[in-house]
């Protein structure tokens, strides 16, 4: 499957997909103001995110997080698992091995073989 890449698809074209859920359009909106957001309920499910016109996958919260604020210019996440630690997570048209770097470099952390950094 071929993700589409934020050069095919635009914060705007995201915004107008009906499929696109409600809290999803809310973080794109209130992120300028915001620093923090709390999401609850539903963290297991899966959300439908388009990889070309009229067509979803679906992937996970923290994939599809990744994927709509790259969408706003955001190039590099951290993701914090209780039971894993740290990892970094990169949009599917993004470089995950360089991200990797950066944070390794900035935060003075090693990752393991995983990707993970044990805190």
């Known amino acids: 499957?071929?993700?589409?890449?934020?050069?095919?698809?635009?914060?705007?074209?995201?915004?107008?997909?009906?499929?696109?859920?409600?809290?999803?359009?809310?973080?794109?909106?209130?992120?300028?103001?915001?620093?923090?957001?709390?999401?609850?309920?539903?963290?297991?499910?899966?959300?439908?995110?388009?990889?070309?016109?009229?067509?979803?996958?679906p992937i996970t919260l923290t994939q599809y997080l990744v994927e709509i604020l790259s969408l706003r210019g955001y190039d590099w996440f951290l993701n914090f698992n209780l039971t894993e630690g740290l990892s970094v997570m990169a949009s599917k048209a993004g470089d995950a091995v360089l991200a990797r770097s950066f944070f390794e470099k900035l935060c003075d952390v090693q990752f393991d073989e995983r990707g993970f950094h044990r805190c």
């Open 1 to 57: 499957m071929e993700w589409i890449s934020s050069q095919c698809l635009e914060e705007d074209g995201f915004l107008k997909d009906p499929i696109s859920p409600r809290w999803a359009r809310d973080v794109l909106r209130f992120i300028p103001i915001r620093a923090q957001f709390l999401l609850s309920g539903n963290v297991r499910d899966r959300f439908p995110f388009p990889y070309s016109p009229g067509k979803h996958t």
